[in-house]
């Protein structure tokens, strides 16, 4: 997912030129991006000199922004492995072919599917499974294949929807496990595991609508010690017992799923645990490009990691019974309760990175089309990126508050995670390997390879992930099939309202035809209707002619369109064309990263030569009541649903930004 807290208008880079190019030069994502302030929680993104320090900045920002859910999967990964319901017995041999497993998940998932191919997919700098959608999408529309593209939405949306699953789950496990560090000091505490880590969610989501700039400068640094003490814990245990770097051998994988048969391919739902969270590598390259994101992953999260895990291998060769919890039990007595406490704080970071990335792909959604709109808020009057949208924050609170209650401990809380993270790593790949066909050029030979070796290994993981379906598996599934309901609903439902007002709308040409000898009276002032047909002539200027039967001296008909991109020029947003009797059409287009703003409008028609004084500018809205009928279309329970939600929808005037107090709406009724 994307993660807002930290953006700014990012810098448009144009998209790599295929999965086997060169790896350095601007265009393929060579050139640094910085900020202002050197610092994560800096000013916009833009091209600077590809300097040292800049990038070595940048990277200390990704630790804490894109590498926060990956790097604590040390608290219940391995543990999983030897004693979650799928687990094998910690002897030499299972310890090996475990830690072998888990480094080249790490090498080939994460180092070179994600930082060597997926990232060079970018849409004008964004990542991300949106993102990657809407890149497929430009190349597929001149396609003579028409089934391509409905295929690509429906890849791409529920990818998006199994991404709130991780969303909730990624908190409740990742506060969940660092808090049960203290029943690993003593028993006492074992009543109050869950009730701490509900009042730790709480403040957490809490502090969300006061925005992350303050606190997000600090996440880099943090995770900087977090992983610091990772790579030292393992090495303490590491030193003791050298021989477990024999692991790093692939042999040792292969060894324990032959002779573990069904029972050694079932722990791989345990394995693919230490990557939940990479996808964020893919969505937060709009944040600090490729590079800083490199460096961050071979220079400090990878080698940390590996060490950790190695020293809790090399724990449990020593000590098989610390399977029950090997990451605490590496630490001395002494560090335990503050482990707990960094651990607590580095699980904080993860998940907020997983709910800041929940609101950016809600608004994603919105401009796309698959939401109805909803409240946002920006929490800093310097990073347009900083957002908060309450509806989605409480029912994220209201979803995890469920899980931890559910659940109640992160091993139960592990049976349900994975799956949807892994579905979402196939679609991934598909939409990648049909960039690099259609967009790149890329040969057969070349692309069916590198994609059939990264699908080869996520189905494997995925089909073992699927064997947790009746242990909570099913929870993340179900979430994202409501929500892949709910975004195709929505977007179904616009298209046949759309389609119904086009229907009864009447070209503007022949409208102004009609007025002949008698027009109406024009009266002094600026009327602006708000449409989404960009030709056609405005439901509610038709309703305003019939019942008041007056025309304001100037009459502005305005569009606001979504691309698919992530940006629209600043200079390209407005197009003003003037048409007869003092009409003009306006039409106002913005990428699915922005949010739409009629101040921002106004102000550009002003600088495109139109005229207006906003105390004499009246905004006309449609307001349309739903019925729902068995008319061809949707289900009538689709139907239904599609009604509910425009009734809940925020209302345009506050969406638009548009002045309250020069608003009139207009109603009809609708059958769908």
Aim: glycine content about 10%; aromatic content about 10%; hydrophobic content about 50%.
């Amino acid at each position: 997912m994307s993660h807002e807290y930290l953006p700014g208008r990012r810098n448009p880079r144009r998209e790599g030129a295929g999965w086997v190019a060169p790896l350095t030069g601007s265009a393929k994502g060579g050139a640094v991006k910085s900020t202002t302030t050197g610092s994560p929680g800096g000013e916009a993104v833009r091209e600077g000199p590809d300097t040292f320090k800049r990038t070595a900045l940048l990277a200390l920002g990704a630790l804490g922004i894109v590498y926060g859910d990956i790097g604590t999967s040390p608290l219940y990964a391995l543990r999983e492995c030897f004693t979650g319901p799928h687990g094998i017995a910690p002897t030499p041999e299972n310890v090996l072919g475990v830690l072998s497993l888990i480094f080249w998940t790490l090498l080939i998932i994460v180092s070179v599917k994600y930082l060597i191919f997926v990232m060079r997919a970018d849409n004008r700098g964004e990542g991300g499974i949106l993102a990657l959608m809407a890149l497929a999408m430009q190349r597929q529309r001149g396609q003579s294949a028409p089934v391509a593209r409905p295929v690509l939405i429906t890849l791409g949306i529920f990818g998006a929807a199994l991404l709130y699953g991780d969303g909730l789950i990624t908190p409740a496990i990742t506060v969940l496990s660092a808090v049960e560090g203290l029943s690993v000091a003593t028993p006492v505490f074992e009543p109050f595991v869950v009730p701490i880590t509900l009042a730790i969610l709480t403040v957490l989501f809490l502090v969300q609508r006061h925005g992350t700039a303050r606190i997000g400068s600090l996440f880099g640094p943090v995770m900087c010690v977090w992983f610091f003490t990772l790579a030292a814990l393992g090495v303490k245990e590491l030193v003791h017992n050298p021989a477990v770097l024999g692991a790093l051998s692939p042999v040792h994988g292969v060894m324990l799923l032959v002779h573990n048969g069904w029972h050694g391919f079932l722990v791989l739902g345990g394995v693919f645990l230490v990557v939940t969270g990479c996808e964020a590598l893919y969505a937060d390259m709009g944040h600090f490009g490729w590079k800083p994101i490199r460096w961050a992953w071979f220079g400090v999260v990878l080698p940390s990691l590996m060490l950790n895990y190695l020293g809790q291998g090399a724990l449990l060769l020593r000590d098989a019974s610390a399977a029950r919890n090997p990451f605490y039990l590496l630490a001395p007595s002494w560090m335990l309760y503050p482990l707990v406490a960094l651990s607590a704080v580095a699980g904080i970071i993860a998940s907020q990175a997983l709910i800041s990335g929940a609101f950016s792909l809600t608004r994603q959604a919105m401009q796309l089309g698959y939401s109805p709109r909803m409240e946002v808020v920006h929490t800093s009057a310097e990073e347009m990126g900083q957002i908060y949208l309450p509806g989605i924050n409480w029912a994220l609170l209201v979803g995890v508050f469920t899980l931890v209650l559910t659940f109640r401990s992160s091993s139960a809380l592990a049976s349900a995670y994975g799956i949807a993270v892994s579905t979402t790593m196939v679609i991934t790949s598909i939409m990648a390997y049909i960039v690099a066909r259609e967009r790149w050029g890329v040969s057969r030979a070349l692309a069916i390879p590198v994609a059939g070796l990264f699908l080869t290994v996520e189905l494997a993981l995925f089909s073992a992930n699927a064997m947790k379906l009746a242990d909570g598996g099913w929870f993340p599934l179900l979430l994202a099939l409501m929500i892949f309901t709910l975004m195709t609903t929505w977007k179904r439902g616009r298209a046949i309202l759309a389609a119904k007002l086009r229907a009864s709308s009447i070209p503007l040409k022949e409208l102004v035809g009609s007025f002949g000898d008698h027009p109406p009276l024009r009266v002094p002032g600026t009327a602006i209707f708000m449409t989404g047909n960009a030709e056609g002539t405005p439901p509610a200027l038709l309703h305003n002619l019939k019942h008041n039967k007056v025309l304001h001296e100037q009459v502005v008909l305005l569009t606001i369109l979504s691309e698919d991109v992530p940006h629209v020029p600043p200079a390209e947003r407005v197009v003003v064309e003037p048409l007869e009797q003092g009409f003009v059409r306006v039409v106002a287009t913005y990428g699915f990263m922005e949010n739409p703003s009629i101040p921002d409008v106004l102000k550009r028609c002003r600088e495109k030569g139109l005229q207006f004084q906003l105390m004499g500018t009246s905004f006309f809205l449609g307001r349309e009541t739903l019925i729902p009928t068995k008319r061809p279309g949707m289900a009538v329970w689709r139907e239904a649903l599609f009604a509910w939600m425009s009734r809940n929808a925020r209302s345009a005037t506050a969406y638009f930004r548009i002045p309250p107090n020069r608003v009139v709406e207009l109603g009809s009724q609708v059958e769908l």
